[in-house]
């Protein structure tokens, strides 16, 4: 009982002391509290054993995967941005009556490549399987534990195992790639084609035909195991909708009134604002499109986005001058095409290839896109906005390109390592080995790509038509397929007469207007 009178009595003190104490200083008591406890639990946790090094592994390696799967992904949705930019260079390279037209394929493309992909063309693509196909891996289903890599990988997905990201990130990736082929098939066939066509053939191209022949090179197939390379896909990619693009366009025919008594007639596109848009668009997505294809973060990215930029740069400046020579003017669009050009060439030997060599390759690609779409034009395969001669001309160009400039394993730059790239390319003192290998992949993707192509045009031709109505092609596509304007109560553009179209006027046919279509 003395005992706690004395603490009683101690604590009545110390209280009256606090209250003799200024505002301000009773203030201070609490936080001199606070402070005091924080210094020793400070003490205490410098005395806490350290982690584990196998800890710390741990946590570097996950830290790894994770700016990897950031990486992977900011660069697929720059690649899905390039959507935008197609939609923009083909509605402006296109007349305005069929701007709601190509907008709405390209648009529905992706949505439809989605599914298609997911549900049969990742698997096909890479699935492990056998050298020509996939067999397993439907709708991302089977065994797999990524982001182990290399023989700590378990799962269906072997062809992958040696990028260290999520399956998910895998598969957005492969996936924004695949949209991209069937896109491009859209500017070819465009102002002409069913709109229903065009949605079916798409889900064909990206669920069977171009994976089949991706798994043959990014899946381990045949081509790859025969030391073919493509390291984000001139051929897989560019090369394949190409020849997709370029069979639609032949089994279409061109459009009404484009050639007329043996020459060619212009049809111009209705909005060069759009177009010069789009393909900066796209421009910016070729940054995502080739050092994404790294699927990780490492110091190539930077060699990579330098090729890319520069080959487009000298793309564009060497079709600048050889359509200024050729035809007598700095044609706008062939400008456009001509940047295209470099970048669809450059894709697939922008890791393998020096600075310098990827401004050669980028120089003769917009030579080559010049002469290649008044080639195509002469042969009367009418394609609206160039997308064979950008895309399947200069990816066979660029692809043949490794066989020709690549620097080798251990070269002077040291580009890559032995296994990781292809053989030292002719023109450095490499011999043909690697340019053989180019030529079997780009003969052997072509010649399936366009049988394949083939089988599914004339089997929708034979049932629904692929073409509309000469009718329908008169008023526009906008009207007769979707059956509304891009710019309504705006004045539409003349035909190929020289007289405002009969969509704006209620005038019947007139004398000189083309009134029969043979497709």
């Known amino acids: 009982m003395k005992r706690l009178s004395q603490h009683t009595s101690l604590f009545a003190h110390l209280k009256l002391a606090v209250k003799r104490l200024s505002p301000s200083w009773q203030a201070c008591i609490p936080l001199t509290v606070v402070i005091v406890l924080a210094w020793g639990y400070a003490a205490v946790a410098q005395d806490a054993a350290p982690a584990s090094q196998d800890k710390v592994a741990e946590e570097l390696q996950n830290l790894k995967v994770g700016i990897d799967t950031l990486w992977v992904c900011i660069a697929a949705f720059l690649v899905f941005f390039m959507n935008a930019g197609f939609c923009m260079l083909e509605t402006g390279f296109c007349r305005q009556k069929n701007a709601v037209n190509v907008l709405s394929k390209n648009l529905i493309v992706f949505a439809l490549s989605t ?12 699935g492990d399987g056998n050298p020509f196909v996939g067999t397993t891996g439907w709708f991302l289903a089977g065994a797999d534990n990524s982001p182990a890599t290399a023989d700590a990988y378990k799962g269906v997905f072997g062809a992958l195992n040696w990028a260290g990201v999520p399956l998910l990130a895998k598969f957005l990736f492969q996936l924004v790639f695949a949209g991209t082929a069937a896109t491009i098939v859209s500017g070819a066939v465009a102002e002409r084609i069913k709109f229903v066509d065009f949605l079916i053939f798409s889900v064909l191209l990206v669920g069977i035909a171009y994976p089949i022949t991706g798994h043959w090179i990014w899946g381990g197939g045949w081509l790859a195991k025969a030391g073919f390379w493509d390291f984000a896909g001139s051929t897989v990619v560019h090369s394949v909708g190409g020849w997709a693009a370029l069979m639609g366009a032949a089994f279409l025919g061109p459009r009404i009134g484009k050639y007329q008594n043996g020459s060619s ?7 060069m604002s759009i177009a010069t848009l789009g393909c900066l668009i796209l421009w910016l997505g070729w940054f995502g499109f080739n050092p994404g294809s790294t699927m990780a973060v490492n110091p190539s990215i930077a060699h990579i986005a330098v090729t890319t930029n520069l080959a487009g740069s000298m793309g564009g400046i060497a079709a600048t001058i050889v ?34 060599w990827s401004a050669v390759i980028g120089l003769i690609a917009g030579i080559i896109v010049v002469f290649s779409v ?11 906005v160039g997308a064979t001669s950008v895309h399947l001309v200069c990816g066979i160009f660029g692809t043949l390109c490794v066989g020709l400039f690549a620097e080798g394993p251990g070269g002077a730059l040291n580009l890559y390592e032995d296994g990781l790239g292809p053989a030292r390319g002719l023109l450095l003192g490499g011999g043909f080995s690697q340019l053989w290998a180019q030529f079997i992949g780009v003969i052997t993707v072509g010649g399936i790509t366009v049988l394949l192509s083939t089988i ?7 049932t629904l038509g692929i073409r509309v109505t000469p009718e329908e092609e008169f008023e526009g596509l906008d009207i007769g397929e979707h059956g509304m304007e891009a710019y309504s109560g705006f004045l539409k553009e003349t035909d190929v007469t ?3 179209d009969s969509s704006t006027t209620n005038m019947g046919k007139r004398t000189g207007d083309v009134s029969s279509n043979p497709y």
Do not use: E, Q, R
């Open 115 to 126: 599914v298609a992909f997911w549900a049969i063309g990742f698997g096909l693509m890479f």
């Open 265 to 271: 007639v212009a049809m111009p596109g209705h909005n």
């Open 323 to 356: 359509a200024w020579l050729y035809l007598g003017k700095p044609d706008l669009s062939m400008i456009i095409n001509g940047i295209l050009a470099g970048l669809v060439a450059i894709t697939a030997p922008c890791a393998f290839v020096s600075v310098p």
């Open 374 to 384: 008044t080639f195509f034009d002469k042969i009367k395969i009418d394609d609206p």
């Open 456 to 462: 599914f045009w004339l089997a929708l031709k034979a």
């Open 498 to 500: 020289g007289f405002a």
